[in-house]
T-cell receptor
Framework: GAVVSQHPSRVICKSGTSVKIECRSL??????MFWYRQFPKQSLMLMAT?????????EQGVEKDKFLINHASLTLSTLTVTSAHPEDSSFYIC???????????????FGPGTRLTVL | AQKITQTQPGMFVQEKEAVTLDCTYD???????LFWYKQPSSGEMIFLIY??????QNATEGRYSLNFQKARKSANLVISASQLGDSAMYFC????????????FGTGTSLTVIP
């Protein structure tokens, strides 16, 4: 158990368009989901923490108006990159935590990632 | 503040040999968890092993073991009997159990297993 999916796995878009990435916990409920960004050969950088039913908490330096996060249910969080530009091209990874008290609730379960290329 | 340091950007190991990947950390949180993840070229993050700061014994998961030295604030990953499929990026991560849910990742170590 503890499978997290992301859709799409790869997206290419034109500069100025918006792109939505979905993160779903398939077989468990997640009150908290996380969005990371990873540039080539670099580590994962936390962008924001998403809690179901409340506003996301963004890390310093991450523009909340550019990276819109919605956590509408216990199994779905979405990241929308608005007015994407080439510098937004990156690998975006989400992760999810199980509800407190569930088995392995200390861990984060990662999605397979979404590779965004902005032309 | 939390900080994770991985000082080995790249490592090579002969197939069937053991290899140690270094990780040191810094935290003011009295209770924390340490994780190792493997990231192959496909990009997915694969959980390998977890060590809680109050765990008395070092964690082991199959060929993976974690050499946890709390006083030195180190949590090195040992991979025994390396296989070609072990070639990947390896990330050490920490979560302060009393200071929020965030994971803090090290910069990673690229491991190449040589046949």
């Amino acid at each position: 158990g503890a499978v997290v999916s992301q859709h799409p796995s790869r997206v290419i878009c034109k500069s100025g368009t918006s792109v939505k990435i979905e993160c779903r916990s398939l077989d468990f409920q997640a009150t908290t989901m996380f969005w990371y960004r990873q540039f080539p050969k670099q580590s994962l950088m936390l962008m924001a923490t998403s809690n179901e039913g409340s506003k996301a908490t963004y890390e310093q330096g991450v523009e909340k108006d550019k990276f819109l996060i919605n956590h509408a249910s216990l199994t779905l969080s979405t990241l929308t990159v608005t007015s994407a530009h080439p510098e937004d091209s990156s690998f975006y990874i989400c992760s999810a935590r199980r509800l407190a008290g569930a088995p392995r609730d200390n861990e984060q379960f990662f999605g397979p990632g979404t590779r965004l290329t902005v032309l | 503040a939390q900080k994770i340091t991985q000082t080995q950007p790249g490592m090579f190991v002969q197939e069937k040999e053991a290899v140690t990947l270094d990780c040191t950390y810094d935290t003011s949180d009295p209770s924390y968890g340490l994780f190792w993840y493997k990231q192959p070229s496909s990009g997915e993050m694969i959980f390998l092993i977890y060590q809680g700061s109050y765990d008395q014994q070092n964690a082991t998961e199959g060929r993976y073991s974690l050499n946890f030295q709390k006083a030195r604030k180190s949590a090195n990953l040992v991979i025994s009997a390396s296989q070609l499929g072990d070639s990947a990026m390896y990330f050490c991560a920490m979560r302060g159990l009393n200071t929020g849910n965030q994971f803090y990742f090290g910069t990673g170590t690229s491991l190449t297993v040589i046949p």
